[in-house]
């Protein structure tokens, strides 16, 4: 009779080789042996009971080798989050460029089933005007906020007509502005589900404004400072947004939504406009108005999507959107001694909107995130003609934002913007406070 020497590695391997031995001495054994038929039965009877646990032993394996895979896989999404800033306990706030909402930590879930993070985006330090993670569902996120602007642009105009170059016969009106904004939000953001929420923005502006320039047609050679000032209540949004994807670690997160901006606040029709005939060439006042207004005078409504991709250990994101404003008919402005000037049908240009974003975890609880934000603001029409002076704009935003958890429900987020182009506001701090509930 043969022996099997092999040394056996692992209970699999041990019971392969015993099932091999056995069915070696079946073999083995003498034909004419009585009690042949016996000692063969006894053994093919162990062989079977060996065959039977080595299959109980691989179904086994396959089930904890998929346990283990499952298992892997949530720790891909943890280690993901503990870099880009999750919002477990000890994770840092999430690292880039949409709103950072905080949520407490997620309760035990059986061994080998991944959280249910892992189907949402991940959570950025806000950067954009638009979040790119939905607020969980039955949660009510409040952010107070406040947002600083100032701007200042130089204007040159001359009108009349050349003898001979570099000699003008006419006027040169030169202006210096200077305006600043103080602009602060209260925004409530309500999970229906976790794929869909619903957001309410209120702010208040108060605007300032200072123009530095010489009158016209009076010779005169001392500058003059024109102030303007306003506050009241700015153009409410309400705003609803819905994850198109469940995405994953591999797989861009996508977030369409749809922005509707009334016109709570005083449009630009309602201040008093320093004219005593027709600003449109008139030779007498300034043409500025006495009191800045607070909201744009239209409705407006923007569609647009947000996308999010997790790059261990970044977070890229972006955004495109359009805004459409809703043209007014017979509309008319203020000017001195109660008069009004009739515009007719005015209806402001609209908006081409696109970002792009990168954000990285810096420790548990700080995260960087650095972005770029361009707007093409088209031109006003007036009863279907362009208006004067009126001509496609540009703005161009370089944004770095740092966001710093405080607690498990409160994140505390500061962008700073720098402007790229004339148009735009020379520079724009924001605060941030979401608060889950």
Not at 29 to 57: C, F, K, N, T
Not at 59 to 83: F, I, N, S, V
Request: one cysteine or more.
């Amino acid at each position: 009779m043969n022996h099997v020497r092999t040394r056996c590695i692992g209970t699999l391997g041990c019971l392969t080789l015993a099932v091999a031995a056995g069915l070696a001495q079946a073999q083995d054994a003498p034909a004419d042996d009585a009690g042949s038929d016996a000692r063969y039965a006894a053994l093919r009877q162990d062989v079977d009971a060996h065959i039977a646990r080595l299959e109980a032993l691989k179904r086994e394996l396959a089930e904890q080798e998929a346990a283990l895979g499952r298992l892997q896989h949530a720790l891909d999404e943890q280690t993901l989050a503990k870099h880009r800033g999750g919002t477990g306990r000890g994770a840092a706030p999430q690292a880039a460029g949409a709103q950072a909402q905080t949520e407490p930590a997620p309760p035990s879930r059986p061994v080998g089933q991944a959280p249910e993070s892992a189907t949402r985006p991940p959570e950025v330090a806000p950067i954009f005007d638009q979040p790119g993670v939905l607020t969980p569902r039955r949660k009510f996120v409040l952010e107070p906020s406040l947002q600083y602007g100032y701007s200042s642009s130089d204007r040159v105009a001359l009108v009349g007509y050349t003898i001979i170059p570099a000699l003008l016969i006419g006027l040169i009106d030169v202006r210096e502005v200077k305006t600043t904004t103080l602009t602060a939000a209260l925004t409530g953001r309500y999970g229906l589900t976790n794929r869909l929420e619903v957001e309410l923005r209120v702010p208040y502006v108060h605007s300032s404004g200072d123009t530095v320039s010489r009158e016209v047609f009076t010779g005169t050679a001392v500058d003059r400072v024109f102030h303007a000032s306003g506050s009241d209540i700015g153009d409410a949004e309400f705003t609803v947004r819905y994850q198109l994807n469940r995405g994953d670690y591999e797989k861009p997160f996508y977030v369409g939504w749809v922005r509707f901006k009334s016109r709570t606040g005083r449009d630009p029709f309602e201040v008093t406009t320093d004219c005593v005939q027709r600003c449109v060439g008139n030779t007498t006042g300034t043409g500025l108005p006495l009191e800045l207004p607070t909201g744009s005078g239209f409705y407006a409504v923007q569609p647009g999507l947000t996308w999010l991709y997790a790059s261990d250990p970044a977070v890229l994101f972006g955004s495109i959107s359009y805004l459409h404003n809703f043209a007014r008919d017979n509309v008319s402005r203020h000017v001195l001694d109660g008069n009004t000037e009739f515009l007719g049908k005015v209806r402001a240009g609209d908006i081409i909107e696109f970002n792009l974003g990168l954000g990285l975890a810096l420790n548990e609880k700080a995260s960087l995130s650095i972005g770029y934000d361009q707007s093409i603001v088209g031109t006003t029409k007036q009863n279907g003609q362009t208006v004067p002076g009126s001509v496609r704009t540009t703005l161009g935003t370089l944004l770095v934002g740092v966001a710093y958890r405080i607690n498990d429900t409160s994140t505390l987020n500061m962008t700073l913007g720098a402007g790229l182009t004339r148009d735009t506001p020379d520079v724009l701090f924001t605060v941030r406070l979401p608060m889950t509930f």
